[in-house]
């Protein structure tokens, strides 16, 4: 005979997922629930926990339990790309420039016309070749340091750098410390590798430094994740105090530090990365998908001549070598000026969107960098940010929620918006439809087309 509580669990799985109890609705508190269906208090958390594992619900700490919008893909993060060919795009960042198909057609055929062509036929050095390192070392130098080309190892994209470095520098089970709000890339890389990620929490400058080193004498932290240079997706470029006082933390608790570097080349005279501060400890992962273009998955790990080894096995358990014709290409470009000159009109658009961005948003409260390629929209406490992105939605445009981000047990009601996908003529639209749902939601206001 089903268990009573099982029931409970049934019913309210039918009703939500048939719309009877619609997205949004906050269901009754757990003392509510077990005074009306005669249970105690212990088995009606443990009703709301069942559906809150089955996707239907989410337990937000001192607000109660919400009915989740289930027609979403949880978070509508990371796992999910804007197929359609309507939707405006405001969930992932992918800029682009006029003309850079034009340069890519003629770096082909450059390519093609010169040097031995039958070299990219055949396997390289699992690292890349030197002479490559060597390029790409001489490029970093505007970020604040000059690596050494033996330790710079040429990688299938930034992802495939965190990925290398989880796999050869951590073990399953490890404690990572990253801030409360992180990168949807690692979140996924941290559960496929079994690490657990603990939350420091995030000041309006930066993550918490003290709450961190608390951390590490209550937890055994094996490593700090951390994006100094333009944080995705707060915005923040820490100081150089703030800088070396996490080298010192690492030191002082023995930490590997995985350094993100991916959007650093949007801010011009930034500090010295964490490379710099701890040298000895620090892999720095960049890659070229942001500045240049995503379809190109170049990046590089930068590390200390003791990890080179463990990383470079990796390199090879992964993908053996990066793909000498993508590299060649990025190297061509870096040589010629190309890769300066895309950063240079790169940094020139996202100011422009942040700008069109603070026009169009109004009065709402942004997060944000005024070099950066994305916006974070925290919402009213009583707003419902999967409500807000089911609209959004439905008007064919896609933006995150706050959950692919959120490393704490209490995801923020809140939507990240990328700015570097679409025309400016669409994000100018986009952001004002953005702007309508966003103030229905929260203060029952109506666009002009009755949103």
Excluded at 224 to 233: D, V
Excluded at 407 to 432: E, H, K
Excluded at 433 to 450: A, C, M, N
Aim: proline share 6%.
């Amino acid at each position: 005979m089903k268990a009573r509580y099982k029931s409970i669990v049934d019913n309210f799985a039918e009703a939500i997922r048939s719309g009877k109890i619609t997205a949004g609705s906050q269901l009754p508190t757990h003392r509510q629930l077990a005074l009306t269906e005669h249970i105690s208090l212990v088995t009606a958390t443990r009703v709301y926990r069942e559906l809150e594992a089955m996707g239907l619900v989410s337990g937000e700490t001192g607000r109660g339990t919400f009915v989740r919008d289930i027609s979403l893909p949880p978070g509508h993060g990371v796992d999910q790309l804007a197929v359609a060919t309507n939707v405006l795009d405001l969930n992932f960042n992918y800029p682009s420039l006029p003309g850079q198909g034009e340069r890519l057609r003629d770096a082909l055929r450059q390519m093609a016309a010169g040097g031995d062509i039958e070299s990219h036929l055949r396997y390289q050095p699992h690292a890349g070749r030197l002479a490559e390192r060597e390029i790409i070392a001489r490029h970093l130098t505007q970020r604040g340091f000059r690596p050494d080309a033996e330790n710079v190892l040429i990688v299938n994209g930034a992802q495939h750098g965190l990925t290398i470095t989880a796999m050869a520098l951590l073990k399953p089970g490890d404690v990572v410390a990253v801030d409360a709000l992180t990168y949807s890339g690692f979140k996924a890389l941290a559960a496929l590798c079994h690490l657990e990620l603990v939350a420091i929490p995030c000041t309006a400058e930066g993550p918490d430094l003290q709450a961190l080193r608390q951390l590490c004498t209550r937890r055994q932290v094996r490593a700090i994740y951390a994006m100094p240079t333009l944080h995705n997706p707060l915005g923040w470029v820490l100081d150089r105090q703030q800088r070396k006082a996490i080298a010192d933390i690492a030191r002082q608790h023995d930490l590997l530090i995985i350094e993100d570097a991916a959007y650093a080349y949007l801010i011009r005279h930034p500090p010295p990365p964490l490379a710099v501060f701890a040298p000895e400890r620090t892999v720095y992962i960049t890659g070229f998908s942001k500045n240049v273009a995503t379809g190109l998955r170049v990046g590089v790990a930068i590390c200390p001549a003791h990890y080179r080894p463990a990383l470079e096995r990796a390199i090879r358990a992964t993908a053996w070598n990066t793909p000498s014709l993508m590299t060649t290409l990025v190297c061509n470009w870096i040589e010629d000026g190309t890769v300066s000159r895309f950063e240079t009109l790169k940094r020139r658009d996202a100011r422009l969107r942040q700008s069109v961005a603070r026009e169009c948003l109004g009065h709402l409260p942004c997060i944000t960098h005024p070099d950066s390629y994305f916006i974070w929209l925290p919402l009213a406490e009583e707003a419902r940010a999967d409500r807000v992105v089911k609209a959004l939605m439905d008007n064919n445009i896609s933006v995150s929620t706050a959950e692919p981000f959120s490393v704490s047990a209490s995801v923020p009601q809140a939507i990240r918006i990328a700015l570097g996908s679409v025309s400016m003529d669409n994000l100018r639209s986009a952001l004002v439809k953005v702007r309508e749902v966003i103030e229905f939601e929260q203060y029952g206001l109506r666009g002009s087309d009755g949103v």
